[in-house]
C-alpha cells in the first residue's frame, strides 16, 4: 500500500494521501563486585544505524558503453505513475518498525514524535503477547548476526530490500534475486522472519492507525521540495515534462534517523528514501539526487564524446574518490557538472544587498559599489567551494562552473547546451588543470554519513558520568530530572530512566560507606529505585535488566526462590537483547556469585555463575569492533 501527493504547480499526480542522537542504549550489564555490589553500563549502540547518503546511488552506469545496469525496477514505482511523487510505502515502514524493534536508535531523539508513536505502539503489543516476544527476538537474532560494518549499510541493506517487498500480510519479494541490488539479495533471507513478526504485532494494524500522521508529515515537506524543483527546472530552463520514461520518488519514513538520506538510481528510476521532522528534510541531499535525475540522461546519451577524457582519469588516481569515479568518465563528468551547478546556485550565507528604493541618482554610485562588493563575496564563496571540490577531485567542476555563466545569460536550456559544453571542451587544458591540482589526502565526511559527535547532556551525561565512575555527578543530574518531572509522556520516561540510573549508583556507592547499616541502606535504597524503574517505564530494556540487578542483590542476599521470580520476571519482559536473555537464563541456572563471597549462602545449591570464557571483559572489544558489554 502506498500513496502520492500532489504537486499542483508542476505535475497532474494522484490525490494526496502520505502514509535523536542515540537515546541510551543498555548493552549487556553485569554487577561488576567491589565491596558488595558496583557495575558499568557500556553506552554503545547495539546495533550502530545509518543509512546510505545521497551518494550512495546505486545501479549506475557502468564504466564504457553501458549506460545503466539492468537491475528491477523495485516495486514501489508504478510504470503507470506519475514522473515525479511524493508517497509512502507499508514496505518501507514495516521494515523501518523491524529495526526500530531490534535496537535502532540511530537520531532517536531528533526524530519526529511518529517514531515514538510507532515504537510505544509495537511495545505495548509486545507486552502484551509471548508469541510477539518471540518473533521479535527470531527477528533481531538475524539481525545480529547480518552486520557487515556496524555502521550504514547495516540498515541500508534492509531499506534496500524493503523497496523490492509487497506490502502486508504477503510481503513477497517483487523480483529475482539475480535482479535486485546486491545489499538487497544479502539480507533476502530476513522477509519470512519480518512477515511473521509483522503480523504477531499486527504492524498493518498500527500502519493504518498511523497512517493519518504520514499524511501530516508530508503536508509540510510538500512546499519546499515543489519549490525546489520549481526553483532547478527555472535555472537549468527545462519545462516541467509530465512523462519522460523515468521517475524521481521521494519516499517518506519517519522512523529511520533524520540526519540520514538513502538515494538509489535503478535504471532510470531514482528513488530516495528520507526521515522529515517538523517539515524539514536533507533539502540539499534530495536536490543532488534530482539534478542526477535531470542530468544523467543528458550525458548518458553522450557518453561516446566523453570517452575521449580518458586522459583525465590518470591524472585523478591519487585523489580521494570512490573507485567508480576515477575509472568511468561519464560518472565523473555527470558529478563535476552537478558540483558546478549546486556551486552556482549555492546560498553563501552572505546577506543579500539591494539598492533602496528612491534613491537620489546622484547618490547611486556609492550602492552600487555597495552591491558590487556584495557580488564579490558571493563569488568568492562559490569560487572557494569549486576549488574544494576541485581538490576533492572534481577536476571538472572549475570548466562546468566557467561554462554555466554565459549559459545562465543564455535563453537555451541545459538541455540545448549541453552537447557544446561537452564537444568544446579542450581535454588537454583539463588535463593540464588536473595535473596541476593538490588533491585533498582524505574524502570529505559528508555530514549525512558521519554526524558530528553531540554534546552529551541530561540523562545521557549521567550515563557517561556513571560510565567514568563519578557516582555523585551522574546522582546529581538524575536527581535533577527527577525535580523537573511533569505528567508529560517523555517526562516520565525520563524520571523511570533517572530512577534506574540512582538505583546504580546506589549499588556502586555501596563498598564506599564506612559502616554496616550504611551499606545495607544503599543496598535498600536501591532496590527502591529499582521497583520504581519497573512501576513507571515502559521500556523493555529498562525493566527487564531491572529484574535482572534485583535478581542478583537477593542471590547476594541469599534469597534465592525470590531472585529466580525476577530472572523469570526479566525473560518475561526480554528486549530482544542476546545479553538480556542470556543474563535471566543464567540468573534462573544458577546463583549469581559475588567475587570474594562465593560460599556466603553455605544453605544454597549455588552452582556455577562465573562468567564462560566468551564473556567480555570490561575494557576489552567485540567481534565488530565496538565495545564489548559490561
Not at 502514509?19 to 558499568?40: H, K, V
Not at 552591491?371 to 571540490?389: F, P, T
Amino acid at each position: 500500500m502506498q500513496s502520492h501527493t500532489q504537486f499542483p504547480m508542476l505535475y497532474p499526480l494522484r490525490s494526496p494521501a502520505w502514509s535523536a542522537t542515540n537515546s541510551l542504549r543498555f548493552q549487556s550489564a553485569s554487577l561488576l563486585i567491589a565491596g558488595l555490589l558496583g557495575f558499568t553500563v557500556s553506552l554503545a549502540p547495539a546495533l550502530a544505524a545509518a543509512q546510505s547518503s545521497s551518494s550512495s546511488l546505486s545501479s549506475q552506469g557502468a564504466p564504457g558503453k553501458q549506460i545503466y545496469a539492468q537491475e528491477k525496477a523495485p516495486s514501489l514505482i508504478d510504470p503507470a505513475g506519475p514522473t515525479i511523487s511524493l508517497i509512502s510505502s507499508e514496505p518501507v515502514f514495516v521494515m523501518a518498525a523491524a529495526l526500530n524493534a531490534c535496537g535502532y536508535d540511530e537520531g532517536l531523539n531528533e526524530s519526529d514524535p511518529i517514531r515514538k508513536h510507532v515504537r510505544d505502539e509495537m511495545n505495548q503489543a509486545l507486552a502484551q503477547s509471548e508469541d510477539a516476544r518471540a518473533k521479535r527476538d527470531a527477528l533481531c537474532l538475524y539481525i545480529a548476526q547480518h552486520r557487515m560494518t556496524g555502521g550504514e549499510r547495516d540498515i541500508a541493506q534492509y531499506i534496500s530490500l524493503s523497496l523490492y517487498l509487497t506490502p502486508p500480510p504477503e510481503l513477497e519479494i517483487t523480483a529475482d534475486l539475480t535482479e535486485m541490488p546486491p545489499d538487497a539479495t544479502q539480507v533476502a533471507e530476513v522477509v519470512p522472519i519480518l512477515r511473521s513478526f509483522v503480523a504477531a504485532v499486527d504492524l498493518h494494524g498500527i500502519w493504518l492507525a498511523s497512517h493519518h500522521l504520514y499524511d501530516d508529515a508530508a503536508d509540510k515537506i510538500h512546499d519546499p521540495l515543489s519549490q525546489m524543483i520549481v526553483t532547478n527546472n527555472v535555472y537549468l530552463k527545462m519545462p516541467a515534462a509530465t512523462y519522460t520514461g523515468s521517475r524521481f520518488i521521494v519516499v517518506i519514513e519517519p522512523q529511520l534517523s533524520p540526519s540520514t538520506v538513502n538515494a538509489r538510481i535503478y535504471g532510470t528510476d531514482y528513488v530516495v528514501v528520507v526521515s522529515p521532522v517538523n517539515g524539514v528534510i536533507p533539502i540539499k541531499d534530495v536536490r543532488h539526487t534530482y539534478l542526477h535525475y535531470v542530468i544523467d540522461p543528458m550525458l548518458y546519451a553522450r557518453s561516446n564524446a566523453i570517452d575521449r577524457e580518458q586522459p583525465i582519469l590518470k591524472e585523478i588516481r591519487d585523489a580521494p574518490l570512490e573507485f567508480r569515479l576515477r575509472s568511468d568518465t561519464v560518472s565523473l563528468t555527470i558529478e563535476c557538472l552537478v558540483k558546478a551547478i549546486e556551486a552556482r546556485t549555492m546560498d553563501t550565507g552572505v546577506p543579500e544587498y539591494k539598492i533602496p528604493a528612491g534613491v537620489d541618482r546622484s547618490q547611486l554610485p556609492i550602492y552600487e559599489h555597495q552591491r558590487e562588493l556584495y557580488q564579490q563575496k558571493v563569488d568568492a564563496a562559490r569560487l572557494a567551494q569549486v576549488d574544494h571540490d576541485m581538490r576533492q577531485g572534481y577536476v571538472l567542476t572549475q570548466y562546468f562552473y566557467e561554462e554555466l555563466i554565459p549559459f545562465e545569460k543564455d535563453p537555451a536550456s541545459l538541455k540545448d547546451n549541453i552537447g557544446e559544453m561537452v564537444y568544446s571542451m579542450d581535454v588537454d587544458q583539463q588535463v593540464h588543470r588536473a595535473r596541476q591540482t593538490e588533491f585533498d589526502k582524505q574524502a570529505d565526511e559528508d555530514v549525512l554519513q558521519q554526524p558530528k559527535p553531540r554534546q552529551l547532556t541530561g540523562l545521557d551525561l549521567a550515563e557517561a558520568k556513571l560510565s567514568a565512575g563519578d557516582i555523585d555527578s551522574a546522582r546529581a543530574m538524575a536527581q535533577k530530572i527527577l525535580a523537573g518531572q511533569n505528567d508529560t509522556v517523555a517526562s516520565v520516561a525520563d524520571a523511570a530512566r533517572a530512577h534506574f540510573i540512582i538505583a546504580r549508583v546506589d549499588l556502586m556507592a555501596v563498598h564506599a560507606n564506612e559502616t554496616e547499616d550504611e551499606a545495607e541502606k544503599s543496598v535498600d535504597d536501591a532496590i527502591g529505585e529499582f521497583q520504581k524503574t519497573i512501576t513507571t517505564s515502559k521500556d523493555q530494556r529498562l525493566l527487564a535488566w531491572s529484574h535482572i540487578y534485583l535478581g542478583r542483590v537477593l542471590d547476594v542476599e541469599c534469597k534465592r526462590d525470590a531472585a529466580v521470580e525476577e530472572y523469570k520476571e526479566a525473560l518475561e519482559v526480554r528486549d530482544g537483547q542476546l545479553d538480556t536473555r542470556l543474563a535471566a537464563e543464567r540468573g534462573v541456572k544458577a546463583a549469581y556469585l559475588q567475587k570474594g563471597h562465593e560460599h556466603a549462602c553455605d544453605d544454597e545449591d549455588t552452582g556455577d555463575n562465573s562468567p564462560g570464557p566468551d564473556a567480555a571483559k570490561p575494557g576489552s572489544q567485540a567481534h565488530d569492533g565496538k565495545p564489548a558489554p559490561q
